[in-house]
């Protein structure tokens, strides 16, 4: 059975009247129609001639035979739909290359007569965005949500604000766990912990490179999430914006390499018998594109991405037209080929720090230092390695407390990184900080690891302990 996702709509997203001009809008295109319609601006009052992107020439396709950089020029009409209001789903120039790059990633076509199809796409602000969005249109007050745990912190306030019942389901090396998603599903009418609570609706994860516990799940590990998901009636929030930046097989020619299935994809499988409409997908152009141009997109169940665009055209109206313009016309320059060989390169530059912090982590922190005093799964995906402090235990945190750690003593040492409570639902005391490795250079690497052993040695001296302990194993 297909899910039937109208029916997980939140109340204010069924009573969300449409925008009396927006649904008219469509009507404009219709052949030899005079619009009187919508207030939207004269262009001739606009003071922009085009816009020029010019690509580094170490970029993809980037520089010209004569080995000038290339330059893409967005101008006359182009222009002038750019930079005039557009449609809340998104420009369709943009929307079409996005539609290629599902076809080519996950084998789904928009609209191409299959079940498999039938799926709605739209725009946004980035994935940020479209999360909230998302929350928005699903919840209601006292409503339940599952994430995984730790969980990016991002989609916490919003859940919150909604007052969204939040149930943490603890992962494991590879993200979400499927075995504490089927004990907390199968248990929830009998458990202590949830039975006063309502069914949840969705279960939210970062299947890639998680943020911040920096795993990624197998093909195998998502076919597993997803068959309970169906059996439980439950949305699979899928929040890939990291998808693009994995580092295994990662080939020499940059062709596009071997990737874990996304969900989305996976609903493929066994879509003849279970339908579709059991997960919502959130991609990201922040870490392939630029994180100022504001854009993502989100795929999923029809009536859910329908609602979020009825929302969009409430709040913010659509995504930067010029923002879409220059992504737009910049994947169409590359095709879709050229993207996956830009993305790859992409990934390459993060798995080259990847490994650099790694070599520096397993030296001054980890299991090559004289005194190990971390542990820590080496990212495959991602921006960020998660570590496992070694600090005095206390009696309400038996493997310690990174928080004083991390926000006083190492910020006295002068390192910043972000204290590893801030990622759990339930502000727990944890052992746990998020280190991210995108920005950071080697001898500062190394520098920001000794002045968190100082931090963690520190803490134990104050502790009162003369000699700090063996990790135990
Ligand atoms: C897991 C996760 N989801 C969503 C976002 C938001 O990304 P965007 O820039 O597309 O809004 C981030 C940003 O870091 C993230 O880590």
Not at 64 to 79: D, H, R
């Amino acid at each position: 059975m297909p899910l039937e996702s109208s029916e997980l709509l939140s109340r204010s997203a069924r009573s969300r009247p449409a925008s009396a001009i927006r649904s008219l809008l469509p009507l404009e295109k219709k052949p030899n129609m005079i619009s009187l319609l919508a207030g939207k601006p004269n262009p001739n009052g606009f003071p922009f001639e085009s816009i020029t992107l010019q690509l580094k020439p170490s970029a993809e396709a980037g520089s010209k035979p004569s080995g000038e950089p290339m330059e893409i020029t967005i101008k006359g009409s182009q222009l002038e739909k750019a930079l005039q209001y557009g449609s809340s789903a998104g420009d369709e120039g943009l929307l079409g290359e996005v539609d290629k790059i599902l076809s080519r990633v996950h084998h789904r076509t928009r609209g191409d007569g299959q079940p498999a199809g039938e799926f709605g796409l739209t725009l946004g602000n980035g994935s940020q965005d479209l999360l909230s969005k998302a929350i928005s249109v699903l919840f209601d007050p006292e409503d339940t949500i599952l994430v995984e745990s730790p969980v990016y912190p991002g989609v916490l306030p919003e859940l919150v604000t909604h007052k969204v019942q939040i149930c943490s389901v603890e992962s494991d090396e590879q993200g979400l766990s499927a075995k504490n998603l089927r004990e907390t599903l199968q248990s929830w009418k009998s458990s202590e912990k949830t039975k006063h609570l309502k069914f949840p609706k969705a279960v939210y994860t970062v299947p890639t490179g998680a943020n911040p516990a920096g795993t990624t799940a197998s093909t195998e590990r998502k076919r597993e999430i997803l068959a309970i998901a169906r059996e439980f009636s439950v949305l699979v929030l899928e929040d890939d914006p990291y998808y693009f930046v994995t580092f295994e097989n990662l080939t020499e020619d940059a062709s596009s390499p071997e990737r874990a299935l996304s969900y989305f994809e996976l609903e493929n499988e066994q879509g003849s018998e279970w339908g579709y409409g059991y997960v919502l997908r959130f991609e990201s152009f922040s870490k392939i594109l630029s994180a100022g141009v504001r854009l993502g997109f989100s795929v999923g169940p029809k009536p859910l991405i329908d609602a979020m665009v009825a929302l969009t055209a409430s709040t913010n109206l659509h995504a930067s037209g010029a923002s879409q313009a220059i992504a737009g016309e910049l994947i169409q320059y590359w095709g879709v080929d050229g993207f996956l060989r830009h993305v790859t390169n992409v990934a390459r530059m993060y798995k080259e720090r990847r490994d650099m912090f790694g070599r520096q982590l397993d030296t001054i922190l980890g299991g090559e230092s004289e005194m190990p005093l971390a542990t820590y799964v080496t990212p495959v995906a991602g921006m960020f390695y998660w570590i496992k402090l070694h600090l005095p235990p206390t009696p309400e945190a038996p493997e310690g407390d990174s928080y004083q750690v991390i926000s006083q003593k190492a910020l006295e040492f002068g390192v910043l990184a972000m204290p590893g409570a801030a990622f759990f639902a339930d502000q727990r005391k944890t052992p746990y900080v998020r280190a991210s490795f995108s920005l950071i250079q080697p001898d500062e690497a190394r520098e920001a690891l000794f002045r968190l052993r100082k931090a963690v040695l520190s803490a134990w001296e104050d502790a009162g302990y003369e000699t700090v302990p063996r990790i135990s194993s």
